[in-house]
């Protein structure tokens, strides 16, 4: 159980195009999702915590106009880069929390690498 | 300003001992505690966690302890296997919206 798919799990792309992550859980329902980022080397970064229904609550220093992020159901998020650019390059990741359970644990995505040219 | 932090970036045990790893946090409000691990280009896997009221959680060869009055909490891993080499976060929450704090993250190696 609580298993937590992402796609794609890598893209390359020219700079200045937009490119699309989806986050799906696909055993359990999850209100909240949340988007990290990971540079080489470092921690992850919460970059924005996705609520179903409504909107997202970013990060300081996160562009919410960058980074669009839409719940649209109980399973799904999607993560929107847009105008990307060399330096978004980077690991995403997505974690979803189970609404069944009580327990604040965060399953993870296995990532989204993005390379912008 | 670091409010998880994992002062070791890296762990070398021989294949068999016990792995100990440490984590610090400054937050007070923390009221749960868990980690990771994490392989490259990977998602972190869920291993254990743990809430504030208790000291001490464990689940087969992992073992998490939480010591309040220290803001301090340590992973062991008994024994420990080659397959346990990988990096691991701890990482901690204080509020029903669930934000995680990770720390930097101990890289360890286990040698057969």
Redesign the interface.
């Known amino acids: 159980g609580?298993v937590?798919s992402?796609h794609p799990s890598w893209v390359i792309c020219k700079s200045g195009t937009s490119v699309k992550i989806e986050c799906r859980s696909l055993d359990f329902q999850a209100t909240?999702m949340?988007w990290y980022r990971q540079f080489p080397k470092?921690?992850?970064?919460?970059m924005a915590?996705s609520n179903e229904g409504s909107k997202a609550?970013y990060e300081q220093g996160v562009e919410k106009d960058k980074f669009l992020i839409n719940h649209a159901s109980l399973t799904l998020s999607t993560l929107t880069v847009t105008s990307a650019h060399p330096e978004d390059s980077s690991?995403y990741?997505c974690?979803a929390?189970d609404v069944g359970q009580p327990?604040?644990?965060?399953?993870?995505?296995?990532?989204t690498?993005l390379l912008v040219l | 300003d670091q409010q998880v932090k994992q002062n070791s970036p890296s762990l070398s045990v021989q294949e068999g001992r016990i792995s100990i790893l440490n984590c610090d946090y400054t937050n007070s409000m923390f009221d749960y505690f868990l980690w990771y691990k994490k392989y490259p280009a990977e998602g972190p896997t869920f291993l254990i966690s743990i809430s504030s009221i208790k000291d001490k959680n464990e689940d087969g060869r992992f073992t998490v302890f939480l010591n309040k009055s220290a803001k301090h909490l340590s992973l062991h891993i008994v024994p420990s296997q080659p397959g346990d080499s990988a990096v691991y976060f701890c990482a901690a929450t204080y509020n029903q919206g669930g934000k995680l704090i990770f720390g930097q993250g101990t890289e360890l190696s286990v040698k057969p």
């Open positions: 609580a937590v992402q909240t949340f470092q921690s992850l970064m919460l915590t609550t690991f990741i974690s929390r327990a604040k644990t965060q399953y993870f995505g296995p990532g690498r």
